[in-house]
T-cell receptor
């Protein structure tokens, strides 16, 4: 079975550019989570969806970040405009229920120059 | 809020046993997870405890004491491939994001030959 799929795996961009990260959850999973991981702050929850609906986006750092889930098999995390401090690894995870075990995708390593 | 503490680094010898501790302070508790993360890879699920006691799964065991806000991950018969970061994560009981996982900073385990 395919796990969580993320693309791209690596992204290098310049400050001010728009960045879009993509995620396909495990088929049949109804909950999807976006995390950011840095050395300084560890693994932080940004936003999570249940049945395609955003439940809590209180972890989203600021208005430059937005996330959508147009259907059960696809989600995007967009940063516009990007800044060097956004450099991190962004993980997407999914679970069968909001309280279920979360399974992580391979992550997108973002570098903003 | 939630606060999670675990040692930053540990070193052990191949074939030995190592115990990684995690203490937490939470406004509510609804389960504790352990994840393994190899360098440059995604976190992978190891174990889940919601009731007091020991959960055993092959070479790995996890223990929970809710009254003490304490958990440990026990790794037996250490192998070189066990060198990784081990993340403790706690789930709260409130609605919204507090119900989701808060991760510790991780314990980097190095297994020496």
């Amino acid at each position: 079975d395919a796990g969580v799929i993320q693309s791209p795996r690596h992204e290098v961009t310049e400050m001010g550019q728009e960045v879009t990260l993509r995620c396909k959850p495990i088929s049949g999973h109804n909950s999807l989570f976006w995390y950011r991981q840095t050395m300084m702050r560890g693994l932080e929850l940004l936003i999570y969806f249940n049945n395609n609906v955003p439940i809590d986006d209180s972890g989203m750092p600021e208005d430059r970040f937005s996330a959508k889930m147009p259907n059960a098999s696809f989600s995007t995390l967009k940063i516009q405009p990007s800044e060097p401090r956004d450099s991190a690894v962004y993980f997407c995870a999914s679970s069968s229920t909001p309280d279920g075990t979360q399974y992580f995708g391979p992550g997108t390593r973002l570098t903003v120059l | 809020g939630q606060n999670i503490d675990q040692p930053t680094e540990m070193t052990a010898t191949e074939g030995a046993i190592v115990q990684i501790n995690c203490t937490y302070q939470t406004s509510g508790f609804n389960g504790l997870f352990w994840y393994q993360q190899h360098a440059g890879e995604a976190p992978t699920f190891l174990s889940y405890n919601v009731l007091d006691g020991l959960e055993e799964k092959g070479r790995f065991s996890s223990f929970l004491s809710r009254s003490k806000g304490y958990s440990y991950l026990l790794l037996k018969e250490l192998q070189m491939k066990d060198s990784a970061s081990y993340l403790c994560a706690v789930r709260g009981i409130s609605s919204g994001s507090a119900r989701q996982l808060t991760f510790g900073s991780g314990t980097q385990l190095t297994v020496l030959p």
